[in-house]
Every structure is written in structure tokens, then in C-alpha cells.
């Protein structure tokens, strides 16, 4: 009882560890335009699969915001739309890099201290 | 079904969630992009798109109503913090809602079980299903404010609230103990109060009215006027200190169930006035006065914290 608790806690925390960073990863590899399955390909290979289920509607979601710009393009295959950070997603990726930086070596620094 | 079917099953399930304006558009986006995920998955299991593996996929990608709501900003009308409160209002104001409907239909002449289940079923349909409204208005108020802290976050800033507060409201203390005095003034003399208020005349049969009975004046009013009196020194001392200390705020704990106490005396007692109109309205009165009292003084035991360690505590070695 004591051991999945202990792993339903682990799987969850785990998944709030993820979520604070799907939308800096997502920013971060949208600096060329990408659409939606080539992006989640480009992550996964770079170690972040992160759920379609997710992915695909953050797009939207960010686009809404006005972080990205995308436009439909045929070129080889079906339609495809791609996303591509604008101005403000510029800004907002470089702030958020910034501040990724600066927590990860706080967070260096209080685990290396075991 | 195919797993193409499939697929466009899903993706019009998806898409007629969402507003007229994006649903194309994201429906011609996601059949594509579920196609291609369908697609890499038949080739990674080495064998062709079937309805099994479109199923898969499509149970992975999650319900319909859980996507489409994430191609959406979160919509939350109930604040997740208000969360407790709301459920604790809705069942503290069913309960009582519930509770006096039934009191309300029992009190009706039962002589049979077949009363009792026309009792119940009035109940239900009379009572429980109409006390619906106090969840939906409830659901308003919450959504009301919770937009109010959304729209004027400054506004929503954390202040003590006015039970909380030690410093004296010297203002409001002036006027409670004005209000003591006119009080007790009224209380040894109603009538001497309306001579006073009405400029001598007031008619007769008004003075007739809030005339008290002897067994009142004997029995209640002077553990009455002395239990207000005592008002006066604890107000006194609250305005010396400038504030309300912890003894200050038992004492007047313990004076105001002290005067509830006396005020449930004269309702349960003989007249209290000679007339039996005004004795009737003036213990309607004095029984609203006891609920209120009563009611913020279990509420302030309700809410009162006294911080202490939750266990034994050691010494640092």
C-alpha cells in the first residue's frame, strides 16, 4: 500500500516537474517554422516526448496568445501548418531561458550540496 | 470502421467542441496530424494502419471533451481555492433548507403511514428539488467574485479581517458605549424614552403599550441592565489599552452569552410587556437578537486557531 503510494506520488510530481517546462521546450524548437508532428519528432529526439494529445493543441493555444505565427504550406504530402515564434514569442523565450538558467543552477547547486 | 473512420469520427467529436470560428480549420489540422501519427505507428509495429492501432492512438490522444477544452484557454467559474468553502456552503445550506422543509411537513396531522409518504413525497417536490436554487446562486457568487479578483487583483490583497483585529476602533467603541447608555435609559423606562422622543406627547394608549409587567421588572430586568452595565468598563478598558487583548476578548465573550442567557430567561418566562402585542414583537426581536449572538460566537469558536506544536518537541542536541 505504502510502496504505490509512494509510486502514484512519483508519477505525479514527475508530471508536474514536465509541465513546467513543455511550453519553454516547445518555444525553444519553434525558432524555424515546424508543424505539429515534426515538432513533437524534433523533442522526442531531443529527450522531451511530450503526449500529442498535448502538444498539438499548446500550439493553438500559444498562437492565441500571440507568441506564434503559422501558416498553412503545401509542400511535400498533405497541408501542413506550420508555427514559428513571432517577435513577442522571441522575447518571451529569451526571458524564459533566462529564467530556466537561473533555476537549474539553483537547483544544481541544492542537489550537489547531498 | 476503418482506421480512417475512425479517425474523422473522432476529429468531428473533437472539433464540434469547439467555436464555429477555429473548428475547421484545427479539424483539417488534427485529421491530418492524427494521420500521420497513425502512420508512424504502423510502421514502427511493422504492419498496416488497422482500427486496432487507430484506436490505440485515439484513446492515448484522450476524450474528446478533455482535447477540445485543451485547444482553449482554462475556463474556471469557481475558484479551485474556494473550492472547500463553496462545497461547505452548499451542504451546511442544504442541510438547513432540507431540514426545516421536513420539520415544516411533519408538523402536519400524520395518522398514517400513508400520510407520512404523502409527507415525504410533499417534501421532495415541495422542498428538496426547488432548493435547488442555493447551489446556483451560490455558484453565481463565487464566479461573481472570482471574476472580481481576476479583474482587480489589487483589490483582492490580503487584509485583516474585522473579527481579527486587535487595534480598538475608538470611533465604534464611542458610539457602542453611547448606544449602552441610551440602552439601559430605555430599558428603566420606555415610556420616560418616548416622553423624551415625541416632545411629552405621546398618546396614552402608547404609553399603555410599553408598559412592563411587575414580574419582569423584579425577575429579569435587573440581572439585565446589570449584565449591559458591565459593558461599560470592558469597553472603557479597550479604549485605554487601544486594543483587544486575548482576557479582554473572553470577557466579552462570556458577558455576551451571560446577557443570552438572560435574553432566553424573558422569552421562556411570563409577559414581558403588558401588552400582549408588543410582548409578542418584542420577543420575536429579542429571538433574532439570541441567534445572532449565538450564531458569531460558535463562528469565532469555529474559526479560532491557537498555534501549539502538533506533537512532543525535543531539545537540539
Known amino acids: 500500500m505504502y510502496r504505490m503510494g509512494e509510486t502514484e506520488a512519483y508519477a505525479t510530481l514527475e508530471h508536474e516537474l514536465r509541465r513546467g517546462v513543455v511550453v519553454l521546450a516547445t518555444l525553444s524548437q519553434l525558432r524555424t517554422p515546424r508543424y505539429g508532428y515534426e515538432l513533437r519528432q524534433a523533442l522526442a529526439e531531443r529527450g522531451l516526448p511530450i503526449e500529442e494529445g498535448t502538444l498539438y493543441p499548446l500550439l493553438r493555444r500559444l498562437e492565441a496568445q500571440g507568441l506564434l505565427q503559422s501558416e498553412w504550406r503545401i509542400e511535400e504530402g498533405p497541408p501542413r501548418r506550420y508555427y514559428a515564434l513571432n517577435a513577442d514569442g522571441g522575447t518571451l523565450l529569451r526571458k524564459l531561458t533566462a529564467s530556466w538558467r537561473g533555476l537549474n543552477d539553483a537547483m544544481a547547486r541544492l542537489l550537489g550540496e547531498d | ?230 459593558n461599560v468598563p470592558l469597553l472603557i478598558t479597550v479604549l485605554a489599552h487601544g486594543r483587544w487583548t486575548v482576557p479582554l476578548r473572553r470577557a466579552h465573550t462570556a458577558l455576551s452569552l451571560a446577557t443570552c442567557a438572560v435574553l432566553t430567561w424573558i422569552v421562556l418566562d411570563g409577559p414581558m410587556y403588558a401588552a400582549p402585542a408588543t410582548d409578542r414583537t418584542a420577543k420575536g426581536a429579542i429571538v433574532v437578537l439570541i441567534a445572532l449572538s449565538v450564531g458569531s460566537i460558535v463562528r469565532q469558536w469555529i474559526r479560532s486557531v491557537r498555534p501549539s506544536p502538533g506533537g512532543p518537541m525535543r531539545a537540539a542536541p
Open chain 2, 1 to 230: 470502421m476503418t482506421a480512417n473512420d475512425l479517425i474523422e469520427a473522432y476529429v468531428a467529436d473533437v472539433a464540434r467542441r469547439l467555436p464555429r470560428a477555429q473548428r475547421n480549420d484545427v479539424a483539417f489540422e488534427l485529421r491530418a496530424l492524427l494521420g500521420e501519427e497513425l502512420q508512424a505507428r504502423a510502421e514502427g509495429a511493422g504492419r498496416d494502419a488497422d482500427p486496432a492501432l487507430a484506436t490505440a492512438l485515439l484513446r492515448d490522444f484522450g476524450r474528446p471533451a478533455e482535447v477540445a477544452a485543451r485547444y482553449r484557454p482554462a475556463l474556471t467559474i469557481v475558484d479551485p481555492a474556494d473550492g472547500r468553502a463553496f462545497l461547505r456552503a452548499t451542504v451546511i445550506g442544504l442541510a438547513i433548507i432540507w431540514s426545516l422543509g421536513l420539520l415544516v411537513r411533519l408538523r402536519q396531522p400524520i395518522g398514517s403511514a400513508t400520510d407520512f409518504l404523502v409527507a415525504l413525497g410533499a417534501w421532495w417536490t415541495g422542498t428538496v428539488i426547488p432548493s435547488l436554487w442555493w447551489p446556483g446562486l451560490l455558484v453565481v457568487g463565487f464566479g461573481v467574485a472570482a471574476w472580481t479578483r481576476r479583474q482587480w487583483p489589487r483589490k483582492a490583497d490580503w487584509t485583516p479581517r474585522a473579527e481579527d483585529r486587535v487595534d480598538a476602533n475608538r470611533a465604534a467603541l464611542a458610539l457602542g458605549l453611547a448606544g449602552i447608555v441610551c440602552g439601559v435609559l430605555v430599558l428603566l423606562d420606555p415610556r420616560w424614552f418616548l416622553d423624551l422622543l415625541l416632545g411629552g406627547r405621546a398618546a396614552p394608549a402608547m404609553q399603555e403599550a410599553f408598559a412592563y409587567t411587575d414580574a419582569f421588572r423584579r425577575r429579569q430586568a435587573p440581572w439585565l441592565v446589570g449584565l449591559i452595565l458591565l
